[in-house]
């Protein structure tokens, strides 16, 4: 019986096989690794231009003091693990920018394929600091989406400094594990969107005003919008066969996978296209490449590429690995730590699985709820239910109660005659919840009059998350928070007026505030 573990515990904790053959995955891991590196370094290049003013001391919402807030629950130890973050340390404008940095240095590593194990460490740890002290800025399922991917990748990168493709391909369960991610992702989000009941996935109009309703979109996504009804329901059908069906694909044999890679690969593209939603799509599009096995890569490289790494991976024949003998005692020890950290999520994200779909049989979700704070066992489910409108909030500023001008803002829409642009995998974190916010009432989401009293004091930090400051001589008396409803223009509109987009102002969104002569701010009559 202990052989017989010792069997199973090798063939799912150790390599593939002792080199590279055509099943195995060094090429797919090398790729998806640097992939990882360069979204890694998108999300904290981003959060270089917007850390100190969404959670600056002088930010909307200032992280120093959600920490203290916290200190008050936990304290010793205890407070690291409710609360993983390198905050604790200190949340101050050059913290904050220290590992910023820290974590674009170690993204960079990944990326130049540099002590990777180590690299990825650096970078998750980093990003999880972020993520736990964002607080409403990181209630993105891609945030989870890219922690859960960073934490396999700790066990599934080669050892060493400059390990190229490796002296041995990925172990079987951490292959596995982000395999399963990406079928969960998919799968997950079609299941939610049968459950939900929404009229319009079940009638195949969800994608009839899909462009122009999401968070940040594309121009290229104003042009699908013009196209007819039939081809938004064939896409809208596209989604759940692919979502429902297509994914199970990857269970099935090499072929079928190599297939399943080619029809959703360009789904992905297509949705980058259309859509901004920072570095989701292409986190979803990078690991697509772990269906793909090195001998089907190199068959579809150019021939002078083929046998790049391929000596490196091969050892030497007859050749044994030194192990030292320290290493030879704690190696058993890593081998339960493995087991024990990728069997934890493992369990946890089928128990999730189950948990989303209707009438399955329900597993106990203790183990689950203890990783939530850490967000590498995630629940997915994207866009269960559709939003049919656009509603936008716009900051202004006014002097007299009576003239205002509006502050303007980086990606959302604003100037109707000027293009949606590109910008994923940058991620602009306050104009995204912008956007979820105009769904929702103000009272729910007070840092958007967090933000009109900083905007009172001309702060820089938050003045920095806008395209300009139209009171940068002195700040306004008082500022307000307004909402708009918009939507795409039609083809001749566009062509007469050349305006993107139309426009209805509603009214208030949130309570004026105004500041006195003694610098004090309170709410406006």
């Known amino acids: 019986m202990p052989e017989r573990f010792q069997q199973i515990e090798e063939w799912l904790l150790g390599p593939e096989a002792t080199g590279e053959t055509p099943r195995t995955h060094l090429l797919a891991r090398w790729i998806v690794l640097r992939a990882l590196g360069a979204i890694y370094f998108s999300a904290f290049y981003s959060l270089l231009f917007q850390a100190k003013g969404l959670i600056g001391p002088q930010g909307i919402l200032p992280a120093g003091e959600n920490l203290a807030a916290m200190a008050q629950y936990f304290s010793g130890v205890g407070r690291w693990w409710e609360v993983p973050t390198l905050f604790w340390f200190g ?4 913290a904050l920018m220290l590992v910023c940095w820290l974590g674009i240095i170690a993204s960079v590593a990944v990326m130049l394929n540099l002590w990777p194990r180590l690299s990825l460490a650096l970078c998750f740890v980093c990003f999880l600091s972020f993520v736990t002290s964002l607080q409403v800025f990181s209630s993105y399922q891609s945030d989870g989406m890219l922690l859960e991917a960073g934490f396999i990748a700790l066990f599934f990168a080669p050892r060493g400094l400059r390990p190229g493709l490796g002296e041995h391909p990925p172990s079987r369960l951490s292959l596995f594990l982000l395999r399963w991610e990406w079928f969960r992702i998919y799968f997950e989000s079609g299941v939610v969107k049968l459950a939900s009941h929404d009229y319009s996935w079940r009638h195949l109009t969800a994608m009839d005003d899909y462009y122009q309703n999401g968070p940040l979109p594309t121009w290229i996504g104003w042009y699908v919008q013009q196209w007819p009804h039939w081809f938004h329901a064939a896409t809208a059908l596209m989604t759940l066969v692919a979502e ?21 690969t360009p789904f992905q593209i297509g949705i980058i296209l259309t859509a901004n939603y920072t570095f989701l799509n292409y ?4 690991l697509g490449f772990l269906l793909l096995d090195d001998g089907y890569v190199r068959s579809i490289l150019p021939t002078r590429w083929r046998a790049f790494g391929s000596k490196a991976a091969q050892p030497s024949e007859g050749a044994k690995p030194a192990v030292g003998l320290a290493l030879r005692y704690l190696r058993p020890l890593l081998r339960a730590l493995t087991a024990v950290a990728l069997g934890w999520v493992f369990y946890s994200t089928t128990a999730l699985l189950f948990a989303t779909i209707p009438h399955a049989p329900a597993l106990p979700l203790g183990p689950a709820r203890a990783l939530d704070q850490f967000r590498i066992a995630n629940s997915y489910g994207l866009f269960a239910n559709m939003t049919h409108e656009r509603y936008e909030i716009e900051f202004q500023g006014s002097n007299d109660g009576q003239n205002w001008t509006a502050y303007p803002f980086r990606y959302k829409p604003q100037d109707l005659n000027k293009a949606p642009g590109i910008y994923a995998p940058y991620q602009p974190r306050f ?3 912008l956007w979820f916010a105009s769904l929702e009432n103000w009272r729910g989401n007070d840092w958007v009059v967090n933000t ?10 938050v003045l920095q998350l806008f395209a300009g400051n139209p009171f940068s001589s002195a700040p306004p008396q008082k500022v307000r928070a307004v909402t708009s409803q918009y939507w795409f223009t039609d083809r001749s509109t566009k062509r007469r ?6 426009r209805e102002d509603l009214g208030l969104y949130a309570p004026p505030l105004e500041r006195r002569a003694d610098g004090s701010i309170v709410y406006s009559r």
């Open 283 to 286: 986190l979803v599009l990078v």
């Open 431 to 433: 104009e995204w919840n």
């Open 91 to 94: 949340a101050g404008d050059h």
């Open 497 to 502: 007026t050349g305006a993107w987009w139309s």
């Open 452 to 461: 009109e009293a900083r905007l009172l004091q001309n702060d820089p930090e």
């Open 244 to 264: 429902l069906g297509l994914v199970w694909m990857l269970f099935l044999p090499r072929r079928l996978r190599i297939i399943c890679f080619f029809i959703l």
